[in-house]
Each structure stands twice: as structure tokens, then as C-alpha cells.
């Protein structure tokens, strides 16, 4: 648990210490993952007998539900379910149907490797999911297995895209997280399969040091200017105007109307200035960074009978201290810690 902050009767939406809001959340509902990805959870780091949280451990549903509905109370309005991998997390679904009815919440999605998609998504539509977010590093069968652990079939995700097309979550966004090396040599194939796809925007990710055990290594992320020019000698590019405040991604078009792709540049072209942007793990503690610690525990006060202004006075709290701003700090070459929360579990 993070340093205790004095509570304060306040009102109107939280303000951290650089004026930014607190709009969206994301929520971990698991820590376990089906993959081993080199950037998330090597599989020499975590091997099978790893202990994860226990089902005690996480929070029930109807707890993520209350807390949900209190983050929404101050303003939260996007939600994003995480994990690990989230649909290793039982009756999935169940929790997207109480979450779609907390009210003053309009957006919730999925981040997903896509393995145990193609047979929930028509039931993740119906409970009320909005959006899917898959991760697919390159369309190769062998890289991909590589950057799955040597877990998982590109032939499976990409059913899974069908699926979730049949189901009605077209567009997608297709994430992908580039290493020098490894399936940089892979971008330019991606780009041409999903342009014009039904809309679907692929978004190519800098690798980033995320918790500790991912070896990460400033000379094997790609900067996203690299990519952009790489990809614009084939296809010129036209950059387009954000959706919305706080958008990570940079977003640029095909100059021959194909769709477009996204860019999402936390090493070299940081973005906390305007994040917006909670972190809630399975064992429910509260992160204010993806680049964290540490974070605030609210499952103890949940458990312990804390009333809702209680537990809404903690987030706001927690919120209103928060001067996250690691990606500049990095940036900026100056000596930062390597001790970081584990990207398994607060989700990309």
C-alpha cells in the first residue's frame, strides 16, 4: 500500500497536482495470462508454477462493480477490462452485464490476446461490451509463437477477429508492440493485411519498461517516427486530429482513404501531460501510473465495511496527490527506479 493520504470532504471531479481528470479506469480482473510475451511476462521470469493470486485473493465481482460505481460517481465514464489476459477470468460476461448498468458509464472495453475470444464475444456483445482491443504482434506463425511464449497460434487470433466482426465489434483496434530484432521486420505485412479491414486500426506500440522482469533495453524499442517513415515510403500518411482529450495514440490516416493506423510513443514522444487515466488490480489496489511502484489498497477498507463516501473519499484522495510523470522523467535521461508494478497486473 502507498503512503497514507489525509482525506478531505471536496467536490466536483478529482484534480491531480497537474490539473489533469480522472475520466477513465482500468480494471484487472486477472493476473494470470495463457502467454508468455517477452515484454510483458517472460516465461523464464514466470514459469508455469508461479504463484498467482488466489480466488480470495481478487476481487469478487460485485466488489468491482461498487468500486466501479464510485469511480463513475467522480467522474469516471470509460471503462477497460485487463488482465493477464481477461477471459481466463470465469463468466466474464456476468461482470460486463453489472458494469453496462453502472450509471454515468458510456464506454466499456477489452484488451485481449484473442485465445479464448472467438467463443465469448457474441456473449461479451449481448452483456453490453462496446469495444475490443486484441494484441497481435505480427502476422508471421513463427514470430508469433515466439513473442506468445510459445503459446500461441496466429491462426487462432485471427478466427478470433472474425468472431468478434460476426458479434458487431467492428472496428477493432489491433494492437501491436514493437522490439528491434525481434518482429520489426514485420510491420509493413501487418499494416497491409488489416488496411481497409472493416475499419480496423492497427496501433504499433513502443516497447517499454514496464515492472522489472522484462529485460527491456533502450536499444531495442523502435521509435515510432522510425515506423511512421518506414510505413509512409509505402503508403503516405496524413495525420489526423485526437478523438478525445488524453488519447495515447497518435492518429494518422491513409492518404488513399484505406483506414488508418496509430502510433502510441510512451518512450519518445511521452504523454502524461494529459492522462487521464486510474489503474484497479485484481487484488484491488489503485495505480495512478502504469509506470507505478506502489499503489493504494481499497480492497482492505472494502472488506472491512468502509462506507461508500469512505471509499470514494480514498480514491479522491489518492487522485487529487497524484504528480505522475514517469515517461518525461525517462525522457528526460535522468536516473529513474527500475522497481515497477508487473504489467500483468494493471494491464497495459
Not at 142 to 160: P, W
Request: hydrophobic share 40%.
Amino acid at each position: 500500500m502507498g503512503a497514507a493520504i489525509p482525506l478531505k470532504l471536496e467536490l466536483g471531479p478529482p484534480r491531480d497536482q497537474r490539473g489533469r481528470v480522472l475520466s477513465d479506469l482500468r480494471i484487472s480482473v486477472v493476473d494470470r495470462c495463457n502467454f508468455r510475451c517477452p515484454y510483458c511476462m517472460p516465461e523464464d521470469q514466470y514459469p508455469r508454477d508461479h504463484e498467482f493470486l488466489s480466488k480470495a485473493e481478487r476481487l469478487r465481482f460485485e466488489e468491482i462493480e461498487r468500486l466501479a460505481t464510485l469511480f463513475a460517481s467522480l467522474g469516471v465514464h470509460k471503462l477497460r477490462l485487463t488482465g493477464g489476459e481477461p477471459l481466463l477470468r470465469r463468466d466474464l460476461p456476468e461482470l460486463v452485464r453489472k458494469l453496462a448498468a453502472v450509471p454515468g458509464i458510456d464506454d466499456i472495453a477489452l484488451t485481449t490476446n484473442g485465445n479464448l475470444l472467438a467463443e465469448q464475444a457474441g456473449a461479451l456483445r449481448e452483456a453490453g461490451l462496446k469495444r475490443i482491443t486484441l494484441s497481435v504482434d505480427t502476422l508471421d506463425p513463427e514470430t508469433f509463437r515466439v513473442m506468445s511464449g510459445g503459446r500461441g497460434d496466429i491462426g487462432t487470433v485471427l478466427a478470433a477477429i472474425t468472431a468478434a466482426e460476426r458479434a458487431g465489434f467492428a472496428p477493432l483496434k489491433i494492437n501491436c508492440v514493437v522490439m528491434r530484432g525481434t518482429n520489426d521486420g514485420h510491420v509493413l505485412d501487418l499494416v497491409e493485411h488489416f488496411r481497409g479491414s472493416s475499419g480496423h486500426v492497427v496501433r504499433f506500440i513502443e516497447y517499454m519498461d514496464v515492472g522489472t522482469c522484462n529485460d527491456w533495453r533502450r536499444d531495442l524499442v523502435v521509435p515510432s517516427a522510425e515506423l511512421r517513415t518506414r510505413i509512409a515510403a509505402r503508403w503516405p500518411l496524413v495525420e489526423l486530429e485526437p478523438n478525445y482529450g488524453g488519447e495515447v495514440a497518435r492518429r494518422y490516416a491513409f492518404a488513399d482513404g484505406a483506414g488508418e493506423i496509430g502510433f502510441i510513443s510512451s518512450v519518445t514522444e511521452p504523454f502524461c501531460g494529459d492522462c487521464t487515466r486510474a489503474r484497479l488490480s485484481a487484488d484491488g489496489k489503485l495505480y495512478t501510473c502504469l509506470f507505478a511502484n506502489s499503489g493504494h489498497d481499497l480492497r482492505g477498507p472494502l472488506r472491512a465495511g468502509a462506507s461508500d463516501a469512505e471509499l470514494s473519499g480514498l480514491i479522491r484522495a489518492v487522485w487529487n496527490a497524484r504528480d505522475d510523470r514517469y515517461s518525461e522523467i525517462r525522457s528526460e535521461a535522468t536516473p529513474v527506479s527500475r522497481e515497477h508494478v508487473e504489467m500483468y497486473a494493471i494491464g497495459g
